[in-house]
């Protein structure tokens, strides 16, 4: 089951992330890389696997408070283990976040990503600031 993400985002609809869990500071997205998504080794791009655990982290703290509220990212420590690749039976990569800390106007926010195997492919830590929601354009 697919939750929405509560906002357009139209990077996050062509890259095909969907949300499965959004609760109590936590969240956990799917990706099945695509083949214009890979790099030359023909494995997910580190730049479409940060914006993964980007995505990934937003979530969970969104899920803390008011969904009123949008994030914009701060900063983010990325540390890449291994290849990232939907598997031989096309199951995606799976990202969790977690919040760790908010304050009124801050989210401190963890994320990984496994592979359908369950290793542990990357993983993320970001700093990111609540703002009033975007108006649509």
């Known amino acids: 089951m697919s939750l929405e993400f509560g906002a357009t985002i139209p990077f996050v609809n062509h890259l095909g992330f969907t949300l499965e869990l959004y609760e109590a500071g936590e969240s956990r997205l799917h990706y099945a890389p695509q ?13 479409a696997l940060m914006t993964f655990m980007d995505v990934t982290m937003v979530m969970a703290a969104r899920s803390s408070g008011s969904s009123d509220t949008g994030l914009i990212t701060i900063e983010m420590k990325t540390t890449f283990m291994r290849p990232a690749s939907v598997s031989s039976k096309g199951e ?5 976040g ?20 369950g290793q ?18």
Do not use: W, Y
Request: proline share 7%; charged share 15%; glycine share 8%.
């Open 35 to 47: 083949p214009e998504h890979c790099n030359s080794f023909g494995v997910a791009h580190g730049g």
């Open 92 to 96: 995606p990569l799976v990202g969790k």
């Open 98 to 117: 977690k919040l760790l800390h908010r304050t009124r106007n801050m989210a401190f926010v963890e994320a990984t990503i496994h592979d359908a195997e």
């Open 120 to 137: 542990l492919c990357a993983t993320a830590n970001g700093t990111f600031k609540f703002v009033p929601q975007a108006q649509p354009v």
